[in-house]
């Protein structure tokens, strides 16, 4: 069992930033970062590599959203900058065992985000 924990959600204005952060109770193959807006479909956001660290990030964050990690805390972290409106939407880690790909394994509870015009 792996145990996933986010924090840093809140409400920023458009063009502003915020750091999320996901707390691993052990580590695995990889992180990821997903999103889901209401009424709409979640969206793979970005991934990290606990070993080499190794990132992908989806289209529309590539640029503006950096993950990263620190090994020795088990947490993974996601800067967001030059955030906008469509940004907004319960974000979620999740666990992935083995392997690089688009199905995880273990979830996260999310933490909120939301940009403001």
């Known amino acids: 069992q792996v145990y996933l924990v986010e924090s840093g959600g809140g409400l920023v204005q458009s063009g502003g930033s915020l750091r999320l952060s996901c707390a691993a109770s052990v580590r695995t193959f990889s992180i990821g970062w997903f999103r889901q807006a209401p009424g709409q479909a979640r969206e793979f956001v970005a991934a990290i590599t606990w070993t080499g660290g190794r990132t992908e990030y989806g289209d529309s964050v590539e640029g503006r959203f950096t993950i990263s990690r620190d090994n020795a805390n088990n947490t993974v972290y996601l800067e ?7 940004d907004t939407a319960i974000y979620y880690c999740a666990a992935r065992l083995a392997g690089w790909g688009l199905k995880y394994d273990y ?11």
Do not use: F, H, R, Y
């Open 80 to 86: 967001m900058n030059s955030l906008k409106p469509e």
């Open 107 to 117: 979830w996260g509870q999310g933490t909120q985000v939301t940009v403001s015009s």
